[in-house]
């Protein structure tokens, strides 16, 4: 059996400059993603934040980004410290006039260790369907972007 990414996809009411600003601004990227100590959308640039299933479990997440197009398409590696696996997010933009169709492709999940529960792959559905739907969405909807 062919391993199966996730892919969620959404249309915001949010013109694609905003989405783009979102999705690589430190300090917008806080509001609704992670909190990282440093982010820049610039291939070769490295990353990490911790995030888990509860305030006493968290992994921390090693990134390297590997690819951009301004406003157009965000990719970067996503591993977890101490533990094998490397997987890959994809967030792609399609300009739609005031609105913007996000596509959201996260690949290699199952290079991750089967024995650990909260690598499953229910739970990167569940984890990216609460960012993109819910968090994402009401960041965009009730914050002016500059």
């Keep these: ?5 996730f892919i969620i996809e ?4 949010a013109p694609v400059a905003d989405v783009w600003k979102a999705l690589t601004q430190k300090e917008l990227m806080k509001e609704w993603y992670f909190d990282l100590s440093a982010f820049k959308p610039e291939v070769g640039f490295i990353f990490q934040f911790k995030g888990g299933p509860t305030p006493e ?3 921390l997440h090693l990134c390297e980004i590997v690819e951009v197009i301004p406003e157009k398409k965000l990719k970067h590696s996503w ?3 101490g533990f094998e696996g490397n997987s890959f997010v994809t967030f792609e933009l399609f ?3 005031d609105r913007t169709k996000l596509i959201l492709t996260h690949e290699g999940l199952e290079t991750f260790p089967k024995n650990n529960l ?3 792959f229910t739970n990167f559905v569940e984890g990216w ?3 993109i739907n819910t968090s994402l969405e009401n960041f965009l909807s009730t914050n002016l972007i500059k």
């Design 79 to 81: 591993r977890y410290d």
């Design 1 to 5: 059996m062919k391993p199966q990414p």
């Design 57 to 59: 479990k968290q992994y």
């Design 95 to 97: 300009d739609k006039g």
């Design 118 to 120: 909260d690598f499953v």
């Design 10 to 13: 959404r249309t915001f009411n």
């Design 129 to 131: 369907t609460y960012l």
